[in-house]
C-alpha cells in the first residue's frame, strides 16, 4: 500500500509540473497563465507537506519508537509552512481575478466565483490558522508550566504513560498528580 500511495503522490508531484512546463513553453504570459501556474504550485505543495509528513511519521515509528518528543513541533511547523504558501497563493488567484474582473472579461458569475474564493481560500484559511496557533501555543505553555516527574518519582509511579502505552522515562506530572508524556500531552490538547 505505501508504494501506491508513493506513486500516486509521485505522479501528483510529476504531472501539474510538467504542465506548467508546457503550458509555459507554448503560451505567451497571460492572467489564466498565471492562475494555472498557481494552482498547479497548490497542488504540488499540498502533496509535498503530506509526504514530508507521512516521512516523519515512518521515520518516528522506525527509528525512534514512536517517542521522538519533537515529531508534533515538526509536524505543526512543516503544515504551517505549506498553508502559508497557499494562503499567499490565494490571495494571489484573488487579485488575478480581481484584474480579469476589471480589466479582461468582468461578469457577474466571476465577481460571485471572486468572493466565494475570497471567504473560504482567504478569510476562511487565515481564521482557522489563526486559531490553531492560538490554541497549540495555549496548549505548549501550559504543558511547560507543568513541573518534570523526577527519576525516583517515575520508578514509583512504575506504569506506562496512559495515553501512548509505552513506558516512561520522563514525564510531566499533571495538577492532578498524573504523569504523561509531554508529547503525548501536546497530542491530546
Known sequence: IPFQALSICLFLILAPTSMIFILW??????TWLLAMTAFCIEVVVKVLVTVII????MWDSHCQDGLWESLDD???Y???????????????LFFNGGWILLFESGGTIRACMML????????????????????RRSAVAKINSLSDA??????????????CYQDMTSAKITRCRHMF?????????
Open 25 to 30: 513553453h507554448n503560451f505567451n504570459m497571460g
Open 54 to 57: 507521512y516521512g516523519l511519521f
Open 74 to 76: 515538526w509536524v505543526y
Open 78 to 92: 512543516i503544515r504551517a509552512a505549506g498553508n502559508t504558501v497557499e494562503f499567499f497563493f490565494a490571495v494571489f
Open 116 to 135: 466565494i474564493h475570497a471567504y473560504f481560500n482567504i478569510w476562511c484559511e487565515a481564521r482557522n490558522g489563526w486559531t490553531a496557533f492560538n490554541k
Open 150 to 163: 523526577t527519576e525516583e518519582e517515575i520508578r514509583k509511579h512504575n506504569d506506562v504513560c496512559a495515553i
Open 181 to 189: 508524556h509531554a508529547i503525548c500531552l501536546r497530542k491530546w490538547l
